[in-house]
C-alpha cells in the first residue's frame, strides 16, 4: 500500500501569468502558497491483471488505454505501465472545481505513487514538469504550471516562468512574524459555487495567443503587482500586500464576465466594509473560496458566516508533495 498526499494553494500575486501563452512571450512570475488541506492518493496491487480506479466515480478496466480519467490514464502511460494489477484511489480534502488547484495536486500526488510504486526517486522539479507535461501538453488543457509547481514544493514560493518553459523557484524571504501574522489574518471562506475553471482560462489562453493587447496589457499589470506584493511580503508590509491584492481583484475582474457575479460582488462589498483591507476569488474565478486579509478576524469572521458563507481555516504547508506510506 502506497499513500501519497499533495498540498492546495492559494495565489498571492501574479496569477495567470503563468500560462504558456503569455509567459513564452514575455515571462510569468507567480507567489503561491500550499496550505493544509489536500488531495490524497492510495494505491494498491491486485491478484489478477486489472485496474481499478476510484474518484467520484469507479473505473474496472483491463488495459491503460480504456481508463476514461485523462491524468490517471496519461500518468500510467508515462511511467510505463502497460500491464497494470492496480488500484488507485483518491480523495481530497476540499472538491474540485473551488480555484484550489486540485487538478495539479492530483496530478503531483498520482505521479508521486507510480515513481513510488516503480522505485525511482523523482526530484520536486522533475515531479512538477511531468504534471505539466501532462495537463499542458498531453491533454492540451489550458492550464498554467502555478498549481503543479506549488504543490510539489510546498511552503510560500516565488515561481518564475520563463520563455523557454524553464521555472525558477525561490521561496519567499518571511521573517518569522510576518509569516505568522499573514497565516493569522488571511481568512478563506467558501461561497457554495463550483465551477471548471476551463472555459475562463480558455479566454484568457486564447486572447494571449492571440496577443490581444487588452488581455496582455492586463496580465503585465498583474505580473507588475506580483513583484510588488513579493516587495511588501519580504518587508513586512502587509497592509500593502493586501492593498495590492484588492486591486488585482479589481483588475482580474475585467478579464472575463464569468470571473465575478452580483452575489459574489454583493459579499466581497460587505467583507470590505467590515475590516477586510483586501481580497479576491483564489484560482480562476467564477466560484470557489473568497480570500481576504483582516486585522479585524472577529468581526469579519461573524458577518460572513451570517450572509451564509462557511469559513475553511487553513494553515501553510511547507512539506509538499509526500509520500505517507509505503508498505
Known amino acids: 500500500m502506497i499513500i501519497t498526499r499533495s498540498p492546495l494553494r492559494i495565489s498571492l500575486g501574479g496569477g495567470g501569468t503563468d500560462l504558456p501563452s503569455y509567459y513564452r512571450e514575455h515571462g510569468g512570475f507567480v507567489i503561491s502558497a500550499a496550505i493544509d488541506r489536500y488531495v490524497y492518493i492510495t494505491l494498491h496491487e491486485t491478484f489478477v491483471q486489472e485496474l481499478i480506479v476510484k474518484y467520484s466515480k469507479m473505473e474496472v478496466v483491463e488495459s491503460v488505454d480504456e481508463v476514461r480519467h485523462p491524468i490517471v490514464r496519461e500518468a500510467l502511460k508515462l511511467m510505463g505501465i ?13 472538491p474540485a472545481g473551488t480555484g484550489l488547484g486540485s487538478s495539479g495536486s492530483f496530478a503531483t500526488a498520482l505521479l508521486r505513487a507510480l515513481h513510488a510504486y516503480r522505485k525511482s526517486f ?3 522539479q522533475q515531479l512538477a514538469e511531468e504534471a505539466c507535461h501532462i495537463e499542458i501538453d498531453l491533454l492540451e488543457e489550458p492550464v498554467g504550471k502555478q498549481d503543479q509547481y506549488i504543490a510539489a514544493f510546498g511552503g510560500i514560493t516565488c515561481f518564475y516562468f520563463q520563455p523557454d518553459d524553464s521555472v525558477r523557484v525561490e521561496p519567499l524571504k518571511l521573517d518569522p512574524e510576518t509569516l505568522s501574522n499573514l497565516e493569522d489574518n488571511l481568512l478563506v471562506f467558501f461561497t ?20 490581444d493587447p487588452d488581455m496582455i496589457g492586463q496580465l503585465h499589470f498583474v505580473k507588475q503587482l506580483g513583484i510588488e506584493s513579493k516587495l511588501a511580503l519580504e518587508s513586512g508590509r502587509l497592509d500593502r500586500f493586501a492593498e495590492l491584492m484588492h486591486v488585482h481583484w479589481e483588475h482580474k475582474k475585467r478579464r472575463s464576465g464569468e470571473m465575478s457575479n452580483p452575489q459574489v460582488d454583493e459579499w466581497y462589498e460587505l467583507a470590505r466594509h467590515n475590516g477586510a483591507l483586501g481580497g479576491k476569488l483564489i484560482g480562476a474565478g467564477g466560484g470557489g473560496f473568497l480570500m481576504f486579509y483582516t486585522e479585524e478576524k472577529t468581526r469579519l ?8 458563507l462557511r469559513e475553511v481555516r487553513v494553515k501553510f504547508d511547507f512539506a509538499g508533495t509526500s509520500v505517507l506510506a509505503n508498505a
Open 82 to 94: 502497460e500491464r497494470p494489477h492496480l488500484e488507485i484511489t483518491s480523495m481530497s480534502d476540499i
Open 122 to 124: 523523482v526530484p520536486r
Open 192 to 211: 457554495g459555487f463550483t465551477r471548471a475553471a476551463s472555459a475562463i482560462l480558455r479566454e484568457q489562453d486564447t486572447r494571449s495567443r492571440q496577443k
Open 301 to 308: 469572521r461573524h458577518v460572513l458566516r451570517a450572509a451564509g
